[in-house]
């Protein structure tokens, strides 16, 4: 039996769609709203994709725990903090769990995208370390902004730079992979 079909464009309002919410929520009302829209926009993406694709990706499991426990504690608390804290807890969890894979021995980043890529062993390896040291980065950027500008900054930032740097940070990577790419044994005729 094949595997359901995703329809066009469904990845990217799943991926995507919490983090709009987020902000247009933000501009409307304010940092509470928008934690609250974010908790059920990031529940809802997260029933999508699993009522598509029929299975429950780590990454947007981990993201919605975090989301609902740290706006929860936000929105119960009335206090931004927590939310704010949820990027840095977020890419800290996935630097620890790729960390985690590589003193294992175990590829962790290999195991959330190989599906969809074929590297060697080498390419794997590389591209968790880099992946685990970006992530730790990302952490600690995060908790230097949010620490140290205005709300208003801080939202610009964790919407368009976040998301920004992440894009940049994954396109640079298109060499290693190119480099270290495998070809799929060839199915018999």
């Known amino acids: 039996m094949a595997g359901r079909a995703s329809p066009k464009g469904i990845k990217f309002l799943v991926d995507f769609g919490p983090l709009v919410v987020f902000f247009v929520a933000y501009k409307m009302d304010g940092l509470m709203t928008a934690t609250l829209a974010l908790i059920i926009a990031t529940l809802l993406a997260l029933v999508i994709g699993y009522w598509v694709t029929r299975k ?32 840095t ?23 959330v995208m190989g599906e969809a890529l074929k590297l060697s062993d080498a390419g794997w390896r590389q591209l968790t370390w880099r992946f685990a040291l970006f992530f730790t980065a990302m952490a600690v950027l995060n908790e230097v902004v949010w620490r ?7 939202i610009n930032f964790k919407v368009f730079g976040i998301l920004g740097l992440t894009m940049l940070f994954s396109l640079a990577q298109m060499p290693l992979m190119k480099r270290h790419m495998v070809e799929s044994p060839s199915e018999p005729s």
């Open 148 to 154: 140290n500008v205005a709300e208003d900054t801080w």
């Open 56 to 87: 429950l990706a780590v990454m947007p499991l981990v993201t919605a725990i975090v989301v609902t426990i740290f706006g929860g504690l936000s929105i119960w608390l009335h206090d931004g903090i927590f939310i704010k804290m949820k990027p």
């Open 89 to 111: 807890i977020v890419q800290g969890i996935f630097a620890l769990i790729l960390f985690g894979g590589l003193i294992l021995k175990r590829p962790t980043l290999q195991v």
